[in-house]
């Protein structure tokens, strides 16, 4: 059974830093890229990340980019976000979200969710 | 970039109804379109892939089509289970884009 636990998730001041956590289990991680997607308080899904399932490609959204860094490692099956100079906006809950399919030269559906962690930033 | 527009914004239904979300894209993905369903503090769940393919255990009152611009999710007999949110994802390339969500409510 896919399994994706995260972690990570907590109260951040402004232009402070945080660090998320997805350890996958259930599948061959190394065989699928990884995604990250965020859902503001009341709001719809947002696309934030999607990093190769080699780790040598990755892809993110405007409203991050320069300040959030995706990674994995695949010999410990855990996906990272790593934020910082975080704004109020970022405030979510975040996803991460493992592709459906295998290998995917292109993008795929979103086929296993993690159960979400929550971002608070505020002084 | 790709805009998605979902509508209708939310939707009330009875049980038994039929149902359908229109999701349109700014211009032609193919079939690069995936529907969720997403319940009050829970995770999304994929439904839906490529337009029309019924994700395994999915049950079959849930219908895909559509190609390039415009697609359809339809929810036949509509039972208690199905009232959610439910999102359109386009991910033929990148950005992914979502679109804005559809609740469905009981009338």
């Known amino acids: 059974e896919v399994q994706l636990l995260q972690s990570g998730g907590a109260l951040a001041q402004p232009g402070g830093s945080l660090r998320l956590s997805c350890a996958a289990s259930?599948?061959?991680?190394?065989?699928?890229?990884m995604n990250w997607v965020r859902q503001s308080p009341g709001k719809g899904l947002e696309w934030v990340s999607t990093?190769?399932?080699?780790?040598?490609?990755?892809y993110y959204a405007d409203s991050v980019k320069g300040r959030f860094t995706i990674s994995r490692d695949n010999s410990n099956e855990t996906l990272y976000l790593q934020m910082s100079s975080l704004r109020p906006e970022d405030t979510a809950v975040y996803f991460c979200?493992?592709?459906?399919?295998?290998?995917?030269?292109?993008?795929?559906?979103?086929?296993?969710w993690g159960q979400g962690t929550l971002v608070t930033v505020s002084s | 970039d790709i805009q998605m527009t979902q509508s209708p914004s939310t939707l009330s239904a009875s049980v038994g109804d039929r149902v359908t979300i229109t999701c349109r894209a700014s211009?032609?993905?193919?079939?690069?379109l995936a529907w969720y369903q997403q319940k009050p503090g829970k995770a999304p769940e994929l439904l839906i892939y490529?337009?029309?393919t019924l994700e395994g255990g999915v049950p079959s009152r849930f219908s895909g089509s559509g190609s390039g611009t415009e697609f359809t999710l339809t929810i036949s007999n509509l039972q208690p289970d199905d009232f959610a949110t439910y999102y359109c994802?386009?991910?033929?390339?990148?950005?992914?884009?979502f679109g804005q969500g559809t609740k469905v409510e009981i009338k």
């Open positions: 979200a493992k592709d459906r399919n295998e290998l995917a030269v292109a993008g795929t559906s979103l086929g296993s």
């Open positions: 259930g599948f061959t991680f190394s065989n699928y890229a």
């Open positions: 990093i190769a399932s080699r780790g040598d490609t990755t």
């Open positions: 211009q032609s993905i193919n079939r690069w």
């Open positions: 490529k337009a029309s």
């Open positions: 994802h386009k991910y033929n390339n990148y950005p992914g884009l």
